[in-house]
Protein backbone atom coordinates (compact mmCIF):
# COMPACT_ATOMS: atom_id res chain seq x y z
CA UNK A 1 0.00 0.00 0.00
CA UNK A 2 1.12 3.40 -0.59
CA UNK A 3 -0.28 6.80 0.73
CA UNK A 4 0.57 9.90 -0.73
CA UNK A 5 0.61 12.81 1.40
CA UNK A 6 0.66 16.54 0.09
CA UNK A 7 0.58 20.02 1.80
CA UNK A 8 2.14 23.34 2.32
CA UNK A 9 4.58 23.76 4.86
CA UNK A 10 3.82 23.27 8.31
CA UNK A 11 0.12 21.80 7.43
CA UNK A 12 0.71 18.55 9.57
CA UNK A 13 1.39 16.20 7.05
CA UNK A 14 4.87 15.52 8.50
CA UNK A 15 2.83 14.17 11.77
CA UNK A 16 0.37 12.77 10.56
CA UNK A 17 2.61 10.89 7.89
CA UNK A 18 4.53 9.50 10.64
CA UNK A 19 1.71 8.42 13.10
CA UNK A 20 0.09 6.44 9.55
CA UNK A 21 3.22 4.78 9.07
CA UNK A 22 3.34 3.54 12.34
CA UNK A 23 -0.29 2.45 12.30
CA UNK A 24 -0.18 0.71 9.32
CA UNK A 25 3.55 -0.64 9.53
CA UNK A 26 4.89 1.48 6.79
CA UNK A 27 8.02 2.93 5.91
CA UNK A 28 7.91 6.21 6.05
CA UNK A 29 9.60 9.15 3.51
CA UNK A 30 9.47 13.18 4.37
CA UNK A 31 10.36 13.94 0.82
CA UNK A 32 10.90 17.43 2.10
CA UNK A 33 14.17 16.48 3.88
CA UNK A 34 15.83 15.82 0.12
CA UNK A 35 15.36 19.15 -0.64
CA UNK A 36 16.13 20.58 2.31
CA UNK A 37 19.62 18.19 2.67
CA UNK A 38 20.51 19.55 -0.76
CA UNK A 39 20.25 22.91 -0.09
CA UNK A 40 22.15 22.19 3.54
CA UNK A 41 24.97 21.22 1.54
CA UNK A 42 25.05 23.89 -0.89
CA UNK A 43 25.16 26.59 1.87
CA UNK A 44 27.77 24.20 4.14
CA UNK A 45 29.77 24.63 0.87
CA UNK A 46 28.88 28.14 0.98
CA UNK A 47 27.36 27.86 -2.67
CA UNK A 48 24.36 29.87 -3.52
CA UNK A 49 20.84 27.88 -4.09
CA UNK A 50 20.51 29.24 -7.14
CA UNK A 51 23.49 27.44 -8.57
CA UNK A 52 21.72 24.78 -10.82
CA UNK A 53 24.55 22.53 -11.45
CA UNK A 54 26.15 22.44 -8.28
CA UNK A 55 22.11 21.78 -6.76
CA UNK A 56 21.96 19.01 -9.34
CA UNK A 57 25.39 17.41 -8.15
CA UNK A 58 23.98 17.74 -4.65
CA UNK A 59 20.53 16.20 -5.28
CA UNK A 60 22.86 13.06 -7.05
CA UNK A 61 24.98 12.57 -4.24
CA UNK A 62 22.58 12.78 -1.29
CA UNK A 63 23.43 10.54 1.62
CA UNK A 64 19.92 9.45 3.02
CA UNK A 65 21.77 8.70 6.94
CA UNK A 66 21.67 12.71 6.77
CA UNK A 67 17.84 12.88 6.11
CA UNK A 68 16.76 13.02 10.02
CA UNK A 69 19.81 15.62 10.92
CA UNK A 70 17.65 18.54 13.27
CA UNK A 71 20.39 20.95 10.94
CA UNK A 72 18.15 20.27 8.47
CA UNK A 73 14.65 22.20 10.27
CA UNK A 74 16.06 25.29 10.10
CA UNK A 75 14.18 28.56 8.66
CA UNK A 76 17.32 28.94 6.25
CA UNK A 77 17.42 25.91 5.29
CA UNK A 78 14.14 25.46 4.13
CA UNK A 79 13.78 28.96 2.38
CA UNK A 80 16.60 27.09 0.29
CA UNK A 81 15.12 24.08 -0.10
CA UNK A 82 11.80 25.71 -2.19
CA UNK A 83 14.42 27.62 -4.31
CA UNK A 84 16.44 23.78 -5.31
CA UNK A 85 12.78 22.67 -5.08
CA UNK A 86 12.03 24.70 -8.36
CA UNK A 87 15.03 22.83 -10.14
CA UNK A 88 13.58 20.45 -12.84
CA UNK A 89 16.69 18.81 -12.62
CA UNK A 90 17.37 18.68 -9.21
CA UNK A 91 13.68 16.81 -9.20
CA UNK A 92 14.40 14.46 -11.18
CA UNK A 93 17.47 13.51 -9.70
CA UNK A 94 15.78 12.84 -6.33
CA UNK A 95 12.77 11.08 -8.23
CA UNK A 96 14.25 7.20 -8.66
CA UNK A 97 15.23 7.36 -4.77
CA UNK A 98 11.25 8.54 -3.84
CA UNK A 99 10.04 5.59 -5.97
CA UNK A 100 12.09 3.55 -4.72
CA UNK A 101 11.41 3.77 -0.86
CA UNK A 102 7.37 3.99 -2.18
CA UNK A 103 8.35 1.19 -3.74
CA UNK A 104 9.53 -0.87 -0.54
CA UNK A 105 7.38 -3.88 0.87
CA UNK A 106 5.17 -3.45 2.41
CA UNK A 107 4.28 -0.12 1.16
CA UNK A 108 5.27 2.98 2.25
CA UNK A 109 3.61 6.76 2.97
CA UNK A 110 5.46 9.58 1.55
CA UNK A 111 4.82 13.65 2.40
CA UNK A 112 5.96 15.75 0.12
CA UNK A 113 4.42 18.71 -2.70
CA UNK A 114 3.95 16.50 -5.49
CA UNK A 115 3.55 12.79 -4.53
CA UNK A 116 0.24 12.30 -5.76
CA UNK A 117 1.02 14.28 -8.73
CA UNK A 118 4.24 13.22 -10.22
CA UNK A 119 6.00 10.43 -7.63
CA UNK A 120 3.42 8.39 -6.91
CA UNK A 121 0.69 8.99 -9.18
CA UNK A 122 -0.93 5.38 -8.75
CA UNK A 123 -0.88 5.90 -4.93
CA UNK A 124 -3.85 3.71 -2.81
CA UNK A 125 -4.75 6.73 -1.18
CA UNK A 126 -3.49 10.50 -1.98
CA UNK A 127 -3.82 12.90 1.02
CA UNK A 128 -4.04 16.66 0.60
CA UNK A 129 -2.78 18.61 4.13
CA UNK A 130 -3.97 22.30 4.63
CA UNK A 131 -3.94 24.80 7.25
CA UNK A 132 -4.49 28.51 7.39
CA UNK A 133 -1.44 30.59 7.40
CA UNK A 134 -1.64 31.95 10.36
CA UNK A 135 -2.55 28.59 12.10
CA UNK A 136 0.55 26.90 10.19
CA UNK A 137 3.06 30.05 11.43
CA UNK A 138 1.68 29.49 15.44
CA UNK A 139 2.87 25.78 14.93
CA UNK A 140 6.05 26.13 13.30
CA UNK A 141 7.07 28.96 15.70
CA UNK A 142 6.61 26.27 18.49
CA UNK A 143 8.00 24.00 17.21
CA UNK A 144 11.31 26.28 16.07
CA UNK A 145 11.50 27.82 19.45
CA UNK A 146 11.49 24.29 21.23
CA UNK A 147 13.96 23.27 19.08
CA UNK A 148 16.25 26.73 20.51
CA UNK A 149 16.14 28.45 17.03
CA UNK A 150 15.36 32.89 18.23
CA UNK A 151 12.45 33.60 16.08
CA UNK A 152 9.77 35.76 16.29
CA UNK A 153 6.34 34.26 14.62
CA UNK A 154 5.81 37.42 12.41
CA UNK A 155 9.30 35.96 11.24
CA UNK A 156 7.98 32.75 10.59
CA UNK A 157 4.59 33.85 8.89
CA UNK A 158 6.56 35.52 6.20
CA UNK A 159 8.86 32.57 5.59
CA UNK A 160 5.90 30.62 5.27
CA UNK A 161 4.43 32.44 3.08
CA UNK A 162 7.25 33.02 0.61
CA UNK A 163 7.87 29.41 0.86
CA UNK A 164 3.83 28.62 -0.10
CA UNK A 165 4.11 31.57 -3.30
CA UNK A 166 7.24 29.54 -4.62
CA UNK A 167 5.96 25.84 -3.81
CA UNK A 168 2.38 27.12 -5.66
CA UNK A 169 3.79 28.97 -8.94
CA UNK A 170 6.70 26.65 -9.67
CA UNK A 171 6.64 25.50 -13.15
CA UNK A 172 7.66 21.92 -12.41
CA UNK A 173 5.74 19.56 -10.20
CA UNK A 174 3.53 22.37 -8.23
CA UNK A 175 2.07 22.04 -4.98
CA UNK A 176 -1.57 21.13 -5.85
CA UNK A 177 -4.56 19.47 -4.99
CA UNK A 178 -4.43 16.71 -7.11
CA UNK A 179 -7.90 15.15 -8.35
CA UNK A 180 -8.98 12.37 -5.92
CA UNK A 181 -6.96 13.52 -3.31
CA UNK A 182 -8.81 13.68 0.47
CA UNK A 183 -8.87 17.36 1.69
CA UNK A 184 -7.66 17.00 5.36
CA UNK A 185 -8.29 21.32 6.68
CA UNK A 186 -5.95 20.78 10.17
CA UNK A 187 -6.77 24.69 11.00
CA UNK A 188 -9.30 23.41 13.46
CA UNK A 189 -8.45 19.76 13.79
CA UNK A 190 -5.91 18.74 16.38
CA UNK A 191 -3.41 15.87 15.05
CA UNK A 192 -5.65 12.90 16.91
CA UNK A 193 -8.69 14.51 14.74
CA UNK A 194 -6.84 14.08 11.78
CA UNK A 195 -5.35 10.95 12.04
CA UNK A 196 -8.53 9.20 13.29
CA UNK A 197 -9.95 10.71 10.21
CA UNK A 198 -6.86 9.72 7.84
CA UNK A 199 -7.16 6.27 9.29
CA UNK A 200 -10.63 5.70 8.68
CA UNK A 201 -10.75 6.83 4.98
CA UNK A 202 -7.47 4.31 4.55
CA UNK A 203 -9.61 1.60 5.81
CA UNK A 204 -12.58 2.67 3.69
CA UNK A 205 -10.27 2.41 0.70
CA UNK A 206 -8.24 -0.42 1.57
CA UNK A 207 -11.95 -2.21 2.00
CA UNK A 208 -13.75 -1.05 -0.99
O1 LIG B 1 8.07 19.94 3.59
P1 LIG B 1 9.32 20.82 3.80
O2 LIG B 1 9.01 22.15 4.36
O3 LIG B 1 10.37 20.11 4.60
O4 LIG B 1 9.91 21.03 2.32
C1 LIG B 1 11.03 21.84 2.06
C2 LIG B 1 10.93 22.40 0.64
O5 LIG B 1 11.08 21.34 -0.30
C3 LIG B 1 9.59 23.05 0.32
O6 LIG B 1 9.68 24.46 0.31
C4 LIG B 1 9.21 22.56 -1.04
C5 LIG B 1 10.16 21.46 -1.36
N1 LIG B 1 9.51 20.17 -1.61
C6 LIG B 1 9.12 19.90 -2.89
O7 LIG B 1 9.23 20.75 -3.76
N2 LIG B 1 8.61 18.67 -3.20
C7 LIG B 1 8.46 17.73 -2.26
N3 LIG B 1 7.95 16.54 -2.59
C8 LIG B 1 8.81 18.02 -0.92
C9 LIG B 1 9.33 19.27 -0.62
Do not use: W
Amino acid sequence: MIIAIDGPAASGKGTLGRRLARHFGLVYLDTGALYRAVAAALLDAGIDPDDNAAAVAAAASIDPAILGDPRLRTTEVGQAASIVAAKPEVRAALLQYQRDVAATAPGAVLDGRDIATVVCPDADVKFFVTADLAVRAQRRHVELTGGGQMIEQGAVMDDLSARDARDQARADAPLTLSEHAHLLDTTKLDIEAAFKAAVEIVDGTTRA
